[in-house]
């Protein structure tokens, strides 16, 4: 590496890239630590699997039943009382309001019906359910 001999008189006219190279690696190490803070939590629900589905279109009542029957309301812990005030007020906002429920495949049965009798008694005429295509 060649080395300069400066005599003080002239003007220093490089880029110190060192410090722009600490920086942007202190900022990506922010990124890293806090990237899976920010992502969505999610509730690993294992859905039943269907040759026949379509494409369902989004919806502002998604209702998602766990492996223990639990239902979760946009991603927070519910109960059967928090559903129907929801699914209330979205009808009240929109008559033609679709309320999409996400089962696991090891729900009892029952509990399925139990959600969408909760969500028809709502005032919610509109529902699907949730699969995983074959």
Do not use: C, W, Y
Request: hydrophobic residues 45%; aromatic residues 2%.
């Amino acid at each position: 590496m060649a080395m300069k001999l400066d005599n003080g008189d002239d003007l220093q006219s490089e880029i110190n890239v060192v410090p722009l190279v600490d920086i942007i690696l202190v900022v990506l190490i922010i990124f890293m630590v806090t990237a899976p803070m920010i992502m969505k939590p999610s509730i690993n629900v294992n859905l039943p699997k269907a040759a026949s589905g379509e494409a369902t279109v989004p919806s502002k009542l998604n209702i998602t039943i766990a492996p223990d029957g639990k239902l979760n309301l946009d991603g927070k812990n519910v109960e059967d009382t928090e559903v129907q005030a929801r699914a209330i007020e979205e009808f009240k906002k929109n008559p033609d309001v679709q309320a999409i429920i996400s089962a696991d495949k090891d729900v009892p049965h029952g509990r399925v019906v139990s959600v969408l009798d909760i969500v028809k008694g709502a005032g919610v005429k509109k529902f699907a359910i949730s699969i995983d295509k074959k």
